[in-house]
């Protein structure tokens, strides 16, 4: 019997830990353990290849769930641990993605968790950057004096709109929500002997997007970071042994920030544990979460329209 979406139960995914040169060896204390002694940048929470952990599911990856869940989980959710600076990038927008044969777009924001004092981002290019002053700055390793950057802190939420050009310095953690694509056109590197796509990469650049710090809104009884075409996240704090009741308009997770939170539907019960996701397919309806004191975590969803 082919299952539908109202009869998976919420499930956690182990995270998938991406090898990057930019990255940390040591991902304490959001994860002991890494699998690898290479250099980890991302940890990937609903990535295809993220695998369940327990349940009737386990060992199952959440690529290979697509046809249980009504099609591909929308939502690639990462955490990013920069120990150097990120490569100067821009991502395609669906149309521009579709026409180079991709399924969609990247579109993305970024939630920041930890932060140094003096971190900071690139959003966007300063006034009269074209291509022409684009194509010299690369050449002559002065890139980055094009760029806008923006001083960050723990809290803040940063929108990346498709065709913004951006970079991450280091000293942060951010947690990641984006459409599932991993479209990147690489403009500018550092050096690195990394493969570089400025063609590409040009033809999807805009020279002003919606892209900036995005103001939390206070909601009954949480917070909403975000709400964008594609994503809406939301942050939810906890007190002592708190029940609350979710509902997600559409296919989504919650992931853990810090302390422990049950997941709770007729008959089964999960735990979303710090770093990692549980994903809550559409149709679900309502879940009861339980949270040990202190305990917050987001709420990322991708609304139905989005679709």
Excluded at 26 to 31: G, T
Excluded at 124 to 150: F, Q
Excluded at 152 to 163: E, R
């Amino acid at each position: 019997m082919t299952m539908t979406t109202t009869n998976v139960a919420p499930f956690r995914l182990k995270p998938w830990f991406s090898e990057r040169p930019w990255g940390r060896k040591d991902l304490k204390p959001w994860y002991a353990e890494t699998g690898t002694n290479e250099l980890v940048g991302e940890a990937w929470l609903t990535g295809p290849q993220c695998v369940v952990e327990e349940g009737e599911l386990e060992g199952r990856t959440l690529e290979s769930l697509s046809e249980m869940l009504g099609g591909e989980f929308p939502l690639l959710v990462k955490l990013l641990f920069p120990n150097e600076k990120l490569s100067v990038q821009v991502h395609p927008d669906d149309a521009q993605a579709q026409a180079a044969g991709g399924a969609r777009g990247k579109t993305e924001c970024w939630y920041v968790l930890e932060a140094e004092p003096g971190a900071a981002v690139a959003l966007g290019l300063k006034p009269g950057a074209d291509a022409e002053k684009i194509k010299a700055a690369i050449a002559d390793g002065t890139m980055e004096d094009l760029m806008e950057w923006v001083p960050v802190s723990v809290g803040d939420m940063l929108f990346v709109d498709a065709g913004t050009v951006h970079a991450i310095g280091p000293g942060v953690v951010l947690l990641e929500t984006q459409q599932t694509s991993d479209i990147t056109y690489r403009l500018y590197d550092y050096g690195r002997p990394r493969e570089l796509h400025l063609e590409q990469g040009l033809k999807v650049i805009r020279a002003k997007t919606a892209a900036g710090k995005v103001a939390p809104k206070e909601m009954a009884g949480f917070t909403r970071l975000i709400e964008q075409k594609y994503f809406v996240v939301d942050r939810f704090e906890l007190g002592r042994m708190e029940e609350r009741s979710l509902t997600m308009d559409g296919a989504g997770c919650l992931v853990g920030l810090r302390g422990k939170v049950w997941v709770i539907t007729p008959g089964d019960e999960v735990e979303l544990e710090p770093g990692k996701a549980v994903v809550i397919p559409q149709g679900t309806g309502e879940v009861i979460v339980d949270a040990e004191e202190g305990a917050t975590f987001v709420r990322c969803v991708a609304p139905v329209s989005a679709g």
